[in-house]
């Protein structure tokens, strides 16, 4: 049977024909929009992979900074790598300020970073590191006042590093400011716990400054032994800032032994650590120290060179405490060179940052080489009163060994007036502390002087 379809005709078998062949068709373009569909998705899946990995890798780059830039900064940076992104990067900012040596942006960035987190063990890492930005101001209290916050914050979290690192911390300050009992007892705490936790680096670190304060106390080889240790174990972690601080500890002490040779190698090591660590500090303070060493050994022009490039780098990055420190060291050269006025012109600026900063140490050595330099321009009296007046800067601060020094000059001008039981009343006390303190140095050049005066009282 035929059909009429609008004018024309239709065979039945045609029309089955046409019709599988639409169907076969739209089953081809029905396969080839899925192929297309997974293969566009497939593409959206692998762009997505690599978007996501592109931004762990950032991520993980980021927290790679924070760890690093917190070794070198001697910053407790806690789980805040591992934070989420904003704190993460202002925090870091934070610490690239600091590293720079921009304290007022340092500051912001971290007091940002603080309000980001309610974090016990991260808000201790921020406060820390603003404690850090405060004693690079000179902000004293407020950087104690931050190490304090972080302290609590750590006890709360029973976060032990953070505990070692807010002891060490709060030592510091208060070995900076000549308060040297209290520093111990908090870098002893600290020992104690870093200890409990088996955290070798931060025992390290709390040996370190043990060290320093001991040789600023004058317990000279107790402060050796205890830098000694701790060298061994930054060396065993590979820890090159730290090794570097430890080298420069090491290398005063056997200064103050009169061990020039050793001391001279210990700072030169310490100098190459930290130029390739890139620290200006720490290249500025070994320059400092090699330069006085050369000072000792008789070398004044090598010597007078290092403290200009000291100085120079301290100016540079804005570091007050390191421009006196530069300024006093250029003055005693001077000094030895005969270019009085010069020196006292140095000294006195050195004198000057010192007070500013309430740095009672500082302030005691330029008085006593103001004194010495006025004593050698054959002004007696005026030497006296600048002598007198660091004695008792050295005695309330407890500085034994500074204490015999500042006697011995003041029996010196004595000696020089002929007042020779004035003389030897300062020399015997003085030798007295130097026995006491274990100081050969000082011993054999107090002993010489008792020597002398008693040969002219005898004649």
Known sequence: MD??????????????LIGFIIGALSLVVALLAIIIYLAQRKKDTTVGTEQANKIQTRF?????????LGRKLDIFVDGIP????????????GLR??????????????????????????????????????????????????????????????????????????GLIYSDTDKYELALKH?????????????DLGKATLL????????KKGDIEEGLDASKKALMIFHRYNDLNAAANQLGNIGIIQFIKADFESALESHEAALDLFREIGDPLGEASSLGNIGNTLTQMGDLDRALES??????????????????????????????QGRFDEALESLKKALSIHTDLKNTLGQSIDLGNIGTTLLEMGNFEGALGFYEEALEINRQAGNKLGEATKLC????????????????????????????VGAPREIRSIEYNIRIIEAHMSS
């Open 208 to 215: 370190g400054n043990v060290g320093v304060v001991l040789q």
């Open 307 to 336: 403290h200009m490039r000291a100085l120079s780098i301290a100016r540079r990055i804005g570091v007050p405490e390191g421009e006196a420190k530069s300024l006093g060291n250029l003055g005693l050269i001077l000094r030895r």
């Open 60 to 68: 993980d780059g980021l927290a790679e900074e924070i760890r690093g």
């Open 187 to 199: 870098f002893n705490e600290g020992i104690k716990i870093a200890e409990t936790a088996k955290n």
């Open 97 to 170: 300020a600091l590293n720079e040596w921009r304290l007022g942006e340092a500051r912001v960035y971290l007091e940002e970073a603080a309000k980001k987190t309610s974090s016990y063990s991260e808000l201790c890492a921020i406060h820390q590191a603003l404690g850090q930005v405060y004693l690079k101001m000179g902000e004293v209290d407020l950087a104690l006042g931050q190490y304090e916050k972080a302290l609590k914050l750590s006890e709360y979290s029973n976060d032990n590093e953070g505990s070692v690192s807010a002891y060490n911390g709060i």
């Open 409 to 436: 000059n003041i029996g010196s001008i004595y000696a020089k007036k002929g007042d020779f039981e004035q003389a030897l009343s300062r020399y015997y006390k003085a030798l007295e502390i130097a026995r006491a």
């Open 82 to 93: 591992n934070a989420n992104k904003e704190l993460s990067e202002t925090f870091l900012e």
């Open 3 to 16: 059909y009429e379809f609008y004018g024309y005709v239709w065979d039945l078998g045609l029309i089955a």
